[in-house]
T-cell receptor, first 118, second 114 residues
C-alpha cells in the first residue's frame, strides 16, 4: 500500500521569499503524484500533477514540483510567495496502473500549513 | 454547472444521534469518495463507489455506512454518532474513464459531535 509523508506540519515564510514544501512517498513503482491546496473553509484545489515524462511539472499560481525517483520525493516550490498563498497544502499519491476495479484511490499526506509574514 | 455539492455545510450532533450527509454531482462521474479530514492526519478514505449501486470500504469505514442508489448521489450515514467522528468530511468524484487528472472535491461538511 502506498503512503505519503509531509515532514513539515507548519512553515512560515516572508512574503517574496522562496518556498519549498517537502513530500516523500512510499510506493513500489512510479506513482501518480499530486499537490492540492486548501484555503480556509474551502475544499481542495488541484495545483499540479505528475504522471510521467518530464520530472519538473508546472502548476497553477506559479507553483512547480519536481519528481525525484531516487529520493521518493515530490517537493513543491515557488520562487516568490504571495500573502494569498497562505493555506494548507496536501501531497497525494495514486497507484499505477490505475485499475477501474480498484477505485483509483488517492492517499494523502498529513498536510503542511503555510503562513506568510508581511 | 454546480460540480460537487455537499449538504449540509455545518452540523452539530449529540452523541448517539444519527444523520446523513449528501454528496450530489452533476458531472456524470462514475467514481465517488468520502474522506474525512482531521488535523495532522490529512484526508483518510472512509468509503467509495465505482458506480451506481456499488460501494466499498476505505481506510476508516467503522461507524459509517454509505449508499449509491442514484449515480449522481453518494450518501454517508452515521447511525450512532460519537465524538471521535467530529471532523470535516469531503466528497470527491472522478469520471472513471480516460486519463486520471485527480479528483473534483466538494467544499466539505464540518461535523461536531458533542
Amino acid at each position: 500500500a502506498q503512503s505519503v509523508t509531509q515532514p513539515d506540519i507548519h512553515i512560515t515564510v516572508s512574503e517574496g521569499a522562496s518556498l519549498e514544501l517537502r513530500c516523500n512517498y512510499s510506493y513500489g513503482a512510479t506513482p501518480y503524484l499530486f499537490w492540492y491546496v486548501q484555503s480556509p473553509g474551502q475544499g481542495l484545489q488541484l495545483l499540479l500533477k505528475y504522471f510521467s515524462g518530464d520530472t519538473l511539472v508546472q502548476g497553477i499560481k506559479g507553483f512547480e514540483a519536481e519528481f525525484k525517483r531516487s529520493q521518493s520525493s515530490f517537493n513543491l516550490r515557488k520562487p516568490s510567495v504571495h500573502w494569498s498563498d497562505a493555506a494548507e497544502y496536501f501531497c497525494a499519491v495514486g497507484a499505477r496502473p490505475l485499475n477501474n476495479n480498484a477505485g483509483n484511490m488517492l492517499t494523502f499526506g498529513g498536510g503542511t500549513r503555510l503562513m506568510v509574514k508581511p | 454547472n454546480a460540480g460537487v455539492t455537499q449538504t449540509p455545510k455545518f452540523r452539530v450532533l449529540k452523541t448517539g444521534q444519527s444523520m446523513t450527509l449528501l454528496c450530489a454531482q452533476d458531472m456524470n462521474h462514475e467514481y465517488m469518495y468520502w474522506y474525512r479530514q482531521d488535523p495532522g492526519m490529512g484526508l483518510r478514505l472512509i468509503h467509495y463507489s465505482v458506480g451506481e449501486g456499488t460501494t466499498a470500504k476505505g481506510e476508516v469505514p467503522d461507524g459509517y455506512n454509505v449508499s449509491r442508489l442514484k449515480k449522481q448521489n453518494f450518501l454517508l450515514g452515521l447511525e450512532s454518532a460519537a465524538p471521535s467522528q467530529t471532523s470535516v468530511y469531503f466528497c470527491a468524484t472522478y469520471p472513471g474513464t480516460g486519463r486520471f487528472f485527480g479528483y473534483t472535491f466538494g467544499s466539505g461538511t464540518r461535523l461536531t459531535v458533542v
